[in-house]
């Protein structure tokens, strides 16, 4: 049986801002939002992270649901969890859990991103999961798959965003300390970019 967080310990991850289940994909599908940059790496453990995720998120998706994982000024020594982590949280996903899950997009990935799942990807996440990952370089691609008012997204991200649109180089790891590249699995589609701030 799993034991449960203490209220002190809830209450701290749920300042992190880190997991929010809110709203609906265009299919009608429930929203598990991700804020990688809130994760700290370096106070959060393995072990109460599960707990947390047991307890509290796995028991809210009975059906089938999205999770938009937002990738944004995460760096390596500050809230990377490590592959170790990344594999021990994903082994504890109920078999359920994991069926139901029809798609991660992956918000803003990098260059060191990329090729990590690209390397890894396929061991790490095992039954299917690794299929399901969809990469999106900008906000105008995830709203081909949800509504903007259906989800929260900070206001740092859309900063980023718009530093992606007004210098594209970025996306290939020319310029800034986070390189953007394409990838494998894209929901990135052709069209002119504009202000993420102008989209209804």
Known sequence: MVEE??????????????FKIKGRDKRGHK?????????????????????????KIFPKLERPFV???????????????????????????PITVKQNM?????VHPDLQSRIFLATFG????TGGLYAKLRYVSR???????????????PEFVYDHDEDLEYRPMMDYGLESDHARVYGAHAVDSAGAMYSMRCIS
Do not use: C, M
């Not at 029809?102 to 992956?106: G, I, Q």
């Not at 396929?122 to 996440?125: D, L, V």
């Open 5 to 18: 967080p203490s209220p002190e310990q809830i209450k701290q991850i749920h300042k992190l801002n880190l």
């Open 139 to 153: 906000l105008a691609y995830l709203w081909e798959h949800v509504k903007r008012n259906e989800i929260e997204i």
């Open 67 to 93: 999770v938009v994982y937002v990738h944004t000024d995460v760096h390596k020594s500050e809230n990377f969890p490590g592959i170790s982590v990344l594999r021990s949280v994903y082994d504890a996903i």
């Open 31 to 55: 929203i598990v939002r991700i804020i990688g940059k809130h994760f700290p790496a370096k106070s959060l453990t393995v072990d109460l992270l599960k707990k947390y995720l047991e307890v």
């Open 102 to 106: 029809e798609a991660v997009y992956f």
């Open 122 to 125: 396929r061991f790490i996440f």
